[in-house]
Every structure is written in structure tokens, then in C-alpha cells.
């Protein structure tokens, strides 16, 4: 098997005034992806739903050391809003199984992670 993640970008503002209805439609549409994965075969692994980016720190190395900072890595609207990590043998159909939240979502980034157990990279 393959280890794929499956990363999510959003709108925080969008999802931050979304109603309960709307965000439950979208918790809904995860539901059904996470079925549709199992019920055809692939593996998740791990995977979570991130916080708002402006509780992220970024830690970078400055002159004087390690510098800390607030808020996301990027300055864009969209933010990675989560991630999925899934085994599967079958990338095509990984992909169909993705559409499921591409359409609530936008696009996904879907990538394969390194196998170092394989001394592979």
C-alpha cells in the first residue's frame, strides 16, 4: 500500500461565520467520504481538523537564534484547514473517493508521503 495525504485548504472567515446548519452539511460530507474510503477499500491512518491559522506558530532561525512568531506561515485566504492520511492500493479511486469533499471544500492536494522504511526517498 501507499501512503497518501490528503490536505484540505478553507476559507477560515467562510467557516468562522458559517451557520450550525452549514457546518453540519460539511461535517456530513466527511462523513461520507470516511464511509466511501472504507466501504471501497483504503485505509485511514491519521488525520485531523485544524485550528483557526492565527492560533499557528512559526518558528524560523534568525541571526540571533530561534525566532517564534504568530499566525500562519502564509498570508493567504485559504489556510490548510486539515488533512487526511490514507493507505490505499488503488490511487485512482482514492482520487474519485477525494471528489467527495472537493465539491464542499474547492480542491484538495492530494500527495504521497516518503517511505523511508524502503531506504527511498
Given at each position: 500500500m501507499t501512503e497518501y495525504a490528503v490536505l484540505i485548504p478553507g476559507n477560515e472567515s467562510r467557516w468562522e461565520s458559517a451557520s450550525d446548519e452549514e457546518r453540519a452539511a460539511m461535517y456530513a460530507k466527511h462523513g461520507e467520504f470516511h464511509r466511501?474510503?472504507?466501504?471501497?477499500g483504503h485505509k485511514v491512518t491519521g488525520g485531523n481538523e485544524l485550528t483557526h491559522s492565527r492560533?499557528?506558530?512559526v518558528v524560523r532561525n534568525g541571526a540571533d537564534g530561534i525566532v517564534?512568531?504568530?499566525g500562519p506561515y502564509a498570508e493567504?485566504?485559504?489556510?490548510?484547514?486539515?488533512?487526511?492520511?490514507?493507505?490505499?492500493?488503488?490511487?485512482?479511486?482514492?482520487?474519485?473517493?477525494?471528489?467527495?469533499?472537493?465539491?464542499?471544500e474547492g480542491a484538495i492536494e492530494?500527495?504521497?508521503?516518503?517511505?523511508?522504511?524502503?531506504?527511498t526517498a
Amino acid at each position: 500500500m501507499t501512503e497518501y495525504a490528503v490536505l484540505i485548504p478553507g476559507n477560515e472567515s467562510r467557516w468562522e461565520s458559517a451557520s450550525d446548519e452549514e457546518r453540519a452539511a460539511m461535517y456530513a460530507k466527511h462523513g461520507e467520504f470516511h464511509r466511501l474510503l472504507g466501504e471501497r477499500g483504503h485505509k485511514v491512518t491519521g488525520g485531523n481538523e485544524l485550528t483557526h491559522s492565527r492560533e499557528a506558530k512559526v518558528v524560523r532561525n534568525g541571526a540571533d537564534g530561534i525566532v517564534i512568531t504568530d499566525g500562519p506561515y502564509a498570508e493567504t485566504v485559504e489556510q490548510l484547514s486539515g488533512f487526511y492520511v490514507v493507505d490505499t492500493d488503488d490511487l485512482d479511486d482514492l482520487l474519485q473517493v477525494v471528489g467527495v469533499l472537493a465539491g464542499a471544500e474547492g480542491a484538495i492536494e492530494v500527495r504521497p508521503t516518503v517511505d523511508h522504511s524502503s531506504g527511498t526517498a
